[in-house]
């Protein structure tokens, strides 16, 4: 048969033919019947393929990712990606979603899984596809090690593992046709010189950043096609790799590695446009001989010890466009050459202990579209300088300064302004009305400074602003209610001021309709994203609340980069769950923080409009009455309310939020039954209903409020515990009413007089410090020796409670 099929496959010259999958049923079964007559000169190669074999190359390789999708389906019984839908509608694997074959045979060369909720270990046979090309099984949850299968895919020339959780020491020494490869975003640990370089002879793209990668970085010499390599967030250390300057991109930030940078590196031939050493432990003078560079586009020293002066040389780089030196020990001296850089557009000189004036040449930097000057000693010079008659600028961050006096009114004429960050100084006195100016605003932070007066009604002017952050000031008057106009407005701060008068109703449209600002977002020419918008990131989102303090347990400056991407473009960075459902999405969602003030009155139902909103902080202020059960509509993962006058039931709506994470609600005069419905609450991590003393019923023995410590339920003496937590709490008395107590003795004219003396002395100090506290209480915003003092009242009054209760029980004992 081996003979006939060699003679067969030299004469025949016939033109291709349909393949046998694609035949129909009488066709099949014409072919099969004629498996014994062989006639070379009609029957094309493939059909000898299949009555030699009895299958295609193409089942076979259907064969094997059906074998795919069943190990997926086993290992992922919930959420399952779109391989479900492998051989429902089709029987042609060419036809699946995600499954990539060749125009000539066809054979499968790709599989593309990425973003498709798988979990688990990786599938072990991979390398029978014997021609495939690409793999994608990026964005997903892998575990485990990379499996030596893999590495007999000898064929493969685009591979992307990123953002999974694999691990282990890697060895891909058997890729020999590696084209591009991304493993970022992973687990993988020790060192790259089991996969290099004998996988480098064609590599052109290589992304290993975002893992625990260590040793040297002279691996890659041997590299001789490489152009794009990202080394970014590992443990690499030592010497700098002195052949980087020949690739077109090069990142090595975050990492280990020190010395010096080699002037040598930087050769006539030197073809670097984006070359990126933040945040390493690089020291010395940096040398101007990166002007080789002539194609040179981003050039980023962030976040390490180079001194001395700024390299006049730079200036001669026609194309450089950023420029981030932030974070180091430069010279105050600004070239005057680098006023040449008609392209430059970021200029970071952030964090180099400048102090005095701004310096005046920063005024001159026309083209300049953002500036961050933040975290120096700046004292004076912001007119002088004439910054604020840069108007291509959109982007100006002057935080963490020591500027003093009045906010410039002059800044309002920057009208293409879109950020504008001063927190962290000393500025004093009222907001400027003519703020309302800058339309374009998507944020403005004023926090942390000396503000006072009334918040400006123009500020409802912003209709794109996105942030609005003036916590940690002295604010007073309402919140006006022209606020309610800033549709996109998803991230409000108004906390620790003293801001009065009732929640207005038209605060509810705040961030109704922010899509308009993120559509614009998405269109417009990518970002810069300097590393100062780390620290701007963790303020704008106020790490104190969950989910967001865990994901900063994990930042690193590439994934806050990537977080601050998303929420500028309104994609979400962490899952919630729309109102009464449980099913969990990535959507964007903002907060609104008022705490720490003296608002007043009722919080209205329309609250339950504000769809777009998973943390509300209403705490320490005088709110009263109840609390609206359309709360239930939010998808909320926050919700703090203590410390005011909230009556009422506790609305057992609340049990409806299913993704909600943090409730606090101490500190109120709530009452009625306990909502077991709360126990619903599956995600608490959380919970706080302490000094409620009013509520009455019973906390489930199972569950998860049994998780929570006594602490969480104190001065309620009406509330029952389960006994594991109640240490020696007494059970609330019987319903009902308790026998007559025993007549009292008879009465002693002398004890009656003492008794009243007593009583009015006690009156009439308590008042003196009542007064007392209350006047310290409005002149300070709630210090926190009184906030100890009124949690040691309501621990007094349970007290006295609790011992009435065992006095009355002995009674009925006996």
């Not at 020999?176 to 060192?191: A, P, Q, V, W």
């Not at 980087?244 to 940078?261: M, Q, W």
């Not at 000094?691 to 009406?718: D, H, V, Y």
Request: hydrophobic share 35%; aromatic share 10%; proline share 6%.
């Amino acid at each position: 048969m081996s003979l006939l099929l060699v003679s067969c496959l030299k004469n025949s010259t016939l033109p291709h033919k349909p393949r046998f999958s694609d035949l129909n049923n009488k066709q099949k079964t014409m072919l099969l019947e004629d498996k014994a007559k062989p006639q070379c000169s009609t029957v094309p190669v493939p059909i000898f393929l299949i009555l030699i074999t009895g299958n295609s190359s193409l089942d076979i390789d259907k064969e094997v990712v059906m074998k795919l999708k069943s190990f997926l389906e086993k290992q992922n019984r919930v959420n399952q990606g779109r391989f479900v839908e492998w051989n429902r509608r089709s029987s042609n694997p060419c036809d699946w979603h995600g499954v990539l074959c060749s125009n000539d045979g066809p054979r499968i060369i790709g599989i593309d899984l990425s973003d498709s909720m798988i979990s688990g270990e990786m599938f072990n046979n991979f390398s029978a596809l014997t021609e495939l090309q690409h793999l994608d099984l990026s964005s997903n949850t892998l575990n485990g090690a990379v499996l030596d299968d893999l590495n007999r895919c000898h064929n493969l020339m685009y591979l992307n593992l990123s953002h999974n959780i694999l691990e282990g020491e890697l060895n891909l020494s058997g890729l020999t046709s590696l084209e591009k490869l991304d493993l970022s975003t992973n687990r993988f640990h020790g060192e790259v010189k089991f996969s290099l370089p004998a996988i480098c002879h064609r590599l052109v793209v290589a992304n290993l950043s975002m893992n625990g990668f260590r040793g040297e970085l002279d691996y890659f010499d041997g590299c001789s096609n490489l152009q794009y390599l990202d080394l970014s967030s590992n443990n690499f250390s030592g010497n700098i790799w002195t052949g980087f300057a020949r690739l077109i991109e090069f990142s090595l930030s975050e990492n280990y590695v020190t010395e010096s940078v080699p002037a040598s590196c930087f050769k006539e031939n030197c073809s670097l446009q984006v070359l990126d050493l933040s945040e390493n432990k690089f020291h010395g003078e940096v040398p101007g001989e990166i002007s080789n560079c002539k194609n040179m586009v981003t050039l980023n020293l962030w976040g390490n010890n180079f001194s001395g002066p700024i390299p006049s040389e730079w200036g001669s780089i026609s194309t450089l466009e950023g420029l981030l030196l932030g974070n180091n020990r430069f010279s105050r001296l600004i070239p005057e050459s680098l006023l040449n850089l008609k392209n430059l557009a970021l200029l970071d000189l952030s964090n180099n202990s400048f102090g005095g004036k701004v310096q005046e040449i920063f005024g001159r930097f026309r083209q300049l579209k953002s500036l961050a000057l933040h975290g120096n000693s700046y004292t004076d010079g912001l007119l002088s300088s004439g910054i604020h008659k840069l108007t291509n600028m959109s982007r100006l961050d002057l935080s963490y300064n020591d500027f003093s006096g009045g906010l410039p009114v002059e800044i309002s004429r920057m009208l293409g302004l879109e950020f504008l960050i001063l927190a962290y100084n000393h500025f004093t006195g009222d907001i400027p009305f003519e703020y309302g100016d800058l339309s374009n605003l998507q944020a403005l932070d004023l926090s942390f400074n000396g503000l006072s007066g009334s918040i400006p009604p123009s500020l409802g002017n912003f209709r794109s602003l996105l942030w609005l952050m003036l916590a940690n000031n002295s604010l007073t008057g309402e919140i006006p209610r022209e606020l309610g106009n800033c549709t996109s407005l998803l991230w409000l701060n108004l906390a620790n001021n003293q801001l009065s008068g009732e929640f207005p109703l038209e605060l509810t449209n705040i961030g109704r309709n922010p899509t308009p600002t993120f559509e614009s977002n998405r269109k417009s020419k990518q970002m810069n994203v300097r590393p100062m918008e780390c620290s701007v990131v963790k303020r704008l989102l106020t790490t104190d609340y969950s989910p967001f303090g865990f994901v900063y347990t994990i930042l690193t400056m590439k994934t806050c980069r990537s977080i601050w991407d998303r929420l500028l473009k309104g994609y979400g960075f962490f899952q919630i769950c729309s109102g009464g459902s449980s099913v969990r999405e990535y959507v964007v969602s903002g907060y609104l923080q008022l705490r720490g003030n003296q608002l007043t009155g009722e919080v209205p139902s329309d609250i339950g409009k504000m769809q777009h909103f998973s943390v509300l902080d209403f705490g320490s202020n005088e709110f009263n009455g109840e609390l609206p059960i359309e709360m239930e509509k939010l998808p909320l993962v926050v919700l703090n309310i203590s410390r005011n006058r909230f009556s009422g039931p506790i609305p057992t709506e609340i049990g409806n939020i299913k993704c909600l994470q943090d409730l606090d609600l101490s500190l109120n005069n709530f009452s009625g039954i306990f909502p077991e419905q709360l126990g619903m609450l599956t995600d608490l991590s959380s919970f706080n209903i302490s000094f409620n003393p009013f509520i009455a019923g019973r906390i489930p023995a199972a569950g998860q409020l049994a998780t929570f410590e006594k602490e969480s339920f104190l001065g309620n003496p009406l509330l029952q515990l389960p006994n594991f937590m109640s240490d020696n709490q007494l059970p609330p008395p019987s319903l009902s009413p308790p026998p007559p107590p025993p007549p009292p003795p008879p009465s002693d004219s002398r004890h009656e007089n003492e008794f009243w003396k007593a009583l009015v002395t006690g009156y009439g100090c308590g008042m003196a410090m009542g007064v007392g506290i209350l006047y310290f209480t409005f002149r300070k915003r709630e210090p926190k020796w009184f906030v100890t003092i009124v949690a040691g009242i309501h621990e007094w009054k349970v007290k006295r409670i609790l011992k009435r209760q065992q006095r009355v029980l002995a009674v009925v004992s006996e």
